[in-house]
């Protein structure tokens, strides 16, 4: 998303963007996501969630974030929820082809970022989710491109990261053999484990005492497998079953559900500064999950952090001469 919206602003400016995209099609993670852009709807909320983030990067998101939906909305996007449905946040959920469509303009398709590329540039290819999954044996719950060329990029020139490198945004789903296809990210996330027992694999009861309520934190514990043991069904568990995920009905009447954490995409990435420039190189900012610093220690909208800072990125790169 952050290299599509930067491009769009950009043009805006009157500059004359190419977006280089590995993929077979535009749209990243923003295409496959449930689309909900949003922030904590009090700062100290934010703060209080993500502690270890850089405060001044996660201000400048938080305060940004109601001009920067208004801009989409001038450019086109037609919100199909107003505001979300979570008292603890606010924001707008769009439709994620059609905002794709809007922001979509001359992508060059199947081009990977070169590794000699010349400033000016914009980072934005989505983190090392892809690298950071397979390194750990976990599910990609992403787009299948988002391997951390942004973040070597930066690496090679000397930027630096920050904490929470290990850290990921992503979901408990149906461990193997669940056939989990893209369409199916979304509805077939296990989200109810704050009413779960969890227990690994020998059966070890590792509930914690308090979870999340976006459960993030829970991802980040099951790891590669464990069990949510629940009383009742619900549709959820129905689909980890229909997707031919191990569902065990228990002679207690509970249920048991094989669950594996999916990575959507990494916390920790590149440092940069408030208007996106990557700290300590010339000319090359970055944006999205490729930059780090936003929701270390929890969890925010990686949607606000990419449509921010890719507006940030483009507004202060068109003011730039080497
Ligand atoms: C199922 C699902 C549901 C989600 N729901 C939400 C939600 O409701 N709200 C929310 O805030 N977030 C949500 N997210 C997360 C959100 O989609 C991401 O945080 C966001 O898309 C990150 O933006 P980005 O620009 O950094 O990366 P992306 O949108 O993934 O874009 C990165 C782009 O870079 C391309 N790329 C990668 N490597 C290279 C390379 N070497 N050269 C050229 N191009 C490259 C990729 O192909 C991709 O198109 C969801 C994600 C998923 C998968």
Not at 151 to 163: I, M, P
Not at 285 to 312: F, I, R
Request: glycine fraction near 12%; charge should be negative; proline fraction near 4%.
């Amino acid at each position: 998303m952050a290299g599509l919206v930067a491009a769009a602003r950009a043009r805006e400016l009157g500059l004359d963007p190419v977006v280089i995209e590995k993929g077979t099609r535009a749209g990243g993670s923003m295409l496959l996501s449930s689309c909900v852009i949003w922030r904590h709807l009090d700062w100290d909320d934010f703060r209080a969630e993500c502690p270890d983030g850089d405060e001044a990067l996660q201000r400048s998101i938080w305060e940004r974030l109601d001009d920067a939906l208004a801009w989409l909305v001038s450019l086109g996007a037609d919100p199909v929820w107003d505001d979300t449905e979570n008292p603890r946040t606010t924001g707008k959920r769009f439709d994620p082809r059609a905002l794709t469509q809007l922001l979509a303009h001359d992508v060059r398709l199947e081009t990977e970022l070169e590794a000699d590329a010349e400033p000016p540039l914009l980072l934005a290819t989505g983190g090392f989710g892809k690298r950071l999954a397979a390194g750990r044996g976990l599910f990609l719950r992403a787009n299948p491109w988002s391997g951390g060329a942004g973040l070597d990029y930066g690496l090679a020139r000397g930027a630096a990261v920050t904490t929470g490198m290990d850290e990921f945004y992503g979901r408990a789903m149906p461990a193997p053999p669940a056939r989990i296809r893209e369409q199916d990210f979304v509805p077939l996330a296990q989200l109810y484990g704050r009413e779960a027992r969890v227990l690994t694999d020998d059966g070890q009861d590792i509930t914690p005492a308090k979870v999340a309520w976006h459960e993030n934190d829970l991802a980040q514990l099951i790891g590669s497998s464990a069990w949510y043991v629940v009383g009742k069904a619900n549709d959820r568990i129905e689909a980890a079953r229909a997707a031919g995920g191990t569902v065990v009905d228990r002679d207690d009447g509970s249920i048991a559900v094989h669950v594996a954490a999916g990575v959507t995409h990494t916390i920790g990435g590149l440092r940069i500064d408030t208007r996106a420039r990557v700290v300590g190189l010339d000319g090359v900012w970055a944006a999205g999950a490729d930059a780090g610093g936003v929701a270390t220690g929890g969890y925010a909208s990686g949607l606000a952090q990419a449509l921010v800072l890719g507006l940030a990125a483009a507004e202060d790169a068109a003011g730039y001469s080497p």
